[in-house]
T-cell receptor, first 116, second 112 residues
Framework: GAVVSQHPSRVICKSGTSVKIECRSL??????MFWYRQFPKQSLMLMAT?????????EQGVEKDKFLINHASLTLSTLTVTSAHPEDSSFYIC????????????FGSGTRLTVV | QQQVKQSPQSLIVQKGGISIINCAYE??????FPWYQQFPGKGPALLIA?????SEKKEGRFTISFNKSAKQFSLHIMDSQPGDSATYFC???????????FGAGTILRVKS
């Protein structure tokens, strides 16, 4: 089945530094990648949608200059958290429309970001 | 605006019992309704999904019931097991929007 590989699974960084999270579609081509953020005991909130070869679409309230999304190829999408602050600490998850039934989605395993 | 409302927030069920989680949606353009299971520190995993042209779908111990007129759908977990203890999310999307909108989640604990 369709697999999205997400790395790293955990990262701790100092306040003010940048962190890059990668999501790769291993056995299919993902023209679209959704990026979610999940705070403890809360639901997944869509941050942005990346499309291969074009600019990402950000949800209302999400700072596009802080959360840089690049979708350079059909198998790789990256999210860079720039100038990270403790309030950016969260669980970040990517998801791609899968190759299964119409509307199916494949999720990455998530990245736990802790900013100290 | 919360487009998918999920209840209860948490649920405790005895082993062997039936776990029932409910969701209601507002957007009539939604035409895909999946349920996801999430364990701590992991990404969501698809359990089962339904489209509005059927009222029920069953896969193993998991059943979705769908009521289009009421704009509600529910997940039933039969013969609940301790290994089912996790957070469950309902979601919805439309083919046009292609974005998944998630419910708030239900923390299920199955007591052995």
């Amino acid at each position: 089945g369709a697999v999205v590989s997400q790395h790293p699974s955990r990262v701790i960084c100092k306040s003010g530094t940048s962190v890059k999270i990668e999501c790769r579609s291993l056995d299919f081509q993902a023209t679209t990648m959704f990026w979610y953020r999940q705070f403890p005991k809360q639901s997944l909130m869509l941050m942005a949608t990346s499309n291969e070869g074009s600019k990402a679409t950000y949800e209302q309230g999400v700072e596009k200059d802080k959360f840089l999304i690049n979708h350079a190829s059909l198998t790789l999408s990256t999210l860079t958290v720039t100038s990270a602050h403790p309030e950016d600490s969260s669980f970040y998850i990517c998801s791609a429309p899968g190759t299964g039934i119409r509307g199916g989605y494949t999720f990455g395993s998530g990245t736990r970001l802790t900013v100290v | 605006q919360q487009q998918v409302k999920q209840s209860p927030q948490s649920l405790i069920v005895q082993k062997g019992g039936i776990s029932i989680i409910n969701c209601a949606y507002e957007n009539t353009a939604f035409d895909y309704f999946p349920w996801y299971q999430q364990f701590p520190g992991k990404g969501p995993a698809l359990l089962i999904a339904i489209r509005p042209d059927v009222s029920e779908k069953k896969e193993g111990r998991f059943t979705i019931s769908f009521n289009k007129s009421a704009k509600q759908f529910s997940l039933h977990i039969m013969d609940s097991q301790p290994g089912d203890s996790a957070t469950y999310f309902c979601a919805a999307s439309s083919i046009n929007g292609n974005k998944l909108v998630f419910g708030a989640g239900t923390i299920l604990r199955v007591k052995s």
